[in-house]
Antibody, heavy 125, light 110 residues
Framework: EVQLVQSGAEVKRPGATVKISCKVS????????MHWVRQAPGKGLEWMGL????????KYAEKVRGRVTITADTSTDTAYMELSSLRSDDTAVYYC??????????????????WGNGTTVIVSS | QSVLTQPPSASGTPGQRVTISCSGS????????VYWYQQLPGTAPKVLIS???QRPSGVPDRFSGSKSGASASLAISGLRSEDEADYYC???????????FGGGTKLTVL
């Protein structure tokens, strides 16, 4: 069974940078597009971006482009999401997610079906 | 303002059939698959429908998805109290080169 295990909660000051990890177990990160989705308190889901771990290709949502960097380390089967210049409205639960369909069979327009446990990020002065 | 439009709320009584709509455009739903996710309070989303109308293993057949043009629907039949949750639609958007979500629909079982 594939599992995505995320790093723990973070509290950051405005203007700081946060980096969250997502460890893939039961599968290999290099075979799957890794997505990041966030959810502000009481709000809906917001897609942030994805990475193809095989070649490092990324796609980012316009809202966070320029502040977000999504990477993957194939040696440790771990994906990362780094968000800089944090603001109070970045306070949210951040989820990593992946499609169980491999990149060799499916393109990035195939949706995710495995989700991480979520990481709470609080941005406060 | 979400790219995909869902009603903010829906409700039904146990045993009833409820439908949740998701409206998009030719750049997303009209040309790509739709996914539906269920999110129970305090938990990560769970996929209910993939590729517009396919139920992943383990999802009850009370849940079904359909798509017509640039709109999609999630139907829940034989409504149960445990179906009370938030439901989200999602699709790839060709113009944005990224994924877009609906704003979510809160389903209440009366």
């Amino acid at each position: 069974e594939v599992q995505l295990v995320q790093s723990g909660a973070e509290v950051k000051r405005p203007g700081a940078t946060v980096k969250i990890s997502c460890k893939v177990s039961g599968n290999t990160v290099s075979d799957h597009y890794m997505h990041w989705v966030r959810q502000a308190p009481g709000k809906g889901l917001e897609w942030m971006g994805l990475v193809d771990p095989e070649d490092g290709e990324t796609k980012y949502a316009e809202k966070v482009r320029g502040r977000v960097t999504i990477t993957a380390d194939t040696s440790t089967d771990t994906a990362y999401m780094e968000l800089s210049s944090l603001r109070s409205d970045d306070t949210a639960v951040y989820y990593c997610a992946m499609s169980s369909c491999s990149t060799s069979r499916c393109s990035m327009d195939i949706g995710v079906d495995v989700w991480g446990n979520g990481t709470t990020v609080i941005v406060s002065s | 303002q979400s790219v995909l439009t869902q009603p903010p709320s829906a409700s039904g009584t146990p045993g009833q059939r409820v439908t949740i709509s998701c409206s998009g455009s030719s750049s997303n739903i009209g040309n790509n698959y739709v996914y539906w996710y269920q999110q129970l309070p305090g938990t990560a989303p769970k996929v209910l429908i993939s590729r517009s109308n396919q139920r992943p293993s383990g999802v009850p057949d009370r849940f079904s998805g359909s798509k017509s043009g640039a709109s999609a629907s999630l139907a829940i039949s034989g409504l149960r109290s445990e179906d009370e949750a938030d439901y989200y639609c999602a699709s790839w958007d060709d113009s944005l080169s990224g994924w877009v979500f609906g704003g979510g629909t809160k389903l209440t079982v009366l």
